[in-house]
């Protein structure tokens, strides 16, 4: 067993009340006087995994990791339609985040996340920096209208027009989002079950995951794959809701904080314009753009790893 995986069989785990009826999965590991170490997962409504913090040292690091609302093994769970979404939004999010932080005793962290989850840590930088000793995202989206069209209207469709023709089908082409929540929140099982395993069909399209992959089969899990999708759409609709003025005006007062992105150039699903206007407007920020990388950045184990070690020795 490796000293991750012992690490990992060590963890402490529970649910914290963050209000609105809603509980959120947590655990912690690694060392217990280590540097606090946020990892964010992405989605939005995807949940955690080992393999996320995979890559980092648990001898130096105390781990934490939670399941963002309705999705996981957070509940209530988006799975079941009669759950509402309501109030499942990124400042109740962020303000989850925070809530978890003051109850495991954390001063401040440095704060980890990737595609969604960079979206999310960066929303809790800008309403939390003094919290934030450090932050690391990957494969960089902000859920801008632009983003959000690139990949529901038009970008990513003329290079994937085979997975965009299953994804779009007969619908609206022209309201694709609303067309797939109004079958996702509808009152019939069949539908939703398929508008949901097509949704992240076209999700592992952009990822460009192979059928028969870990991932692949987890978003083919009919639970997975419905609170997936409701949740997905949902952030999809509001833009995330992110005011999008607001956090750029933020982005340059956020200088003090040591930043690494991590971006690869052949990303379908948040392609790198956007890792290079947040590099750009945060003084002193490590941009790593990698060529022959994708969305899931499949081979930057040892660069994050050098990246924490980093951030560990600012730190002692």
């Not at 947590?26 to 995979?54: K, Q, R, T």
């Not at 099982?189 to 992240?200: H, I, P, Q, S, Y």
Request: net charge negative; with cysteine; aromatic share 10%.
């Amino acid at each position: 067993m490796t000293t991750f995986d012992a690490a990992w069989a060590a963890r402490r785990e529970g649910h914290l009340d963050v209000g609105d009826g809603q509980r959120i999965w947590w655990c912690e590991f690694g060392a217990a006087d280590g540097i606090p170490l946020l990892v964010v997962h992405g989605g939005p409504g995807g949940g955690s995994v080992p393999a996320m913090a995979a890559p980092y040292d648990p001898d130096v690091f105390r781990i934490v990791m939670f399941d963002q609302r309705g999705c996981g093994r957070s509940v209530p769970h988006a799975s079941d339609p009669g759950v509402s979404l309501a109030t499942n939004t990124t400042p109740a999010l962020v303000s989850d985040m925070e809530h978890l932080r003051e109850d495991r005793g954390i001063f401040d962290w440095i704060v980890s996340g990737g595609s969604w989850g960079a979206t999310l840590a960066l929303a809790y930088t800008c309403r939390h920096p003094h919290r934030v000793r450090a932050i690391l995202l990957r494969s960089i989206t902000t859920y801008s209208s632009a983003e959000l069209r690139w990949v529901y209207v038009a970008g990513a469709n003329h290079l994937l027009p085979e997975a965009w023709d299953s994804f779009a089908g007969m619908r609206d082409r022209a309201n694709l989002i609303e067309r797939y929540r109004h079958d996702l929140e509808g009152t019939d099982d069949r539908r939703r079950a398929e508008a949901a395993l097509e949704w992240c069909r076209w999700e592992l399209a952009g990822m460009r995951a192979a059928q028969g992959s870990e991932v692949y089969s987890l978003f083919m899990q009919p639970r997975f794959s419905v609170a997936f999708s409701r949740i997905s759409a949902h952030y999809a609709a509001h833009q995330g809701f992110i005011d999008h003025d607001d956090l750029w005006a933020q982005v340059p007062t956020l200088s003090d904080i040591p930043a690494t992105f991590i971006q690869g150039r052949f990303d379908l699903c948040t392609p790198p314009v956007t890792a290079w206007r947040l590099h750009r407007a945060w003084s002193g920020s490590t941009l790593h753009l990698l060529e022959d990388e994708g969305h899931r950045l499949s081979d930057v184990a040892n660069l994050l790893r050098a990246t924490l070690q980093r951030y560990a020795s600012m730190t002692e």
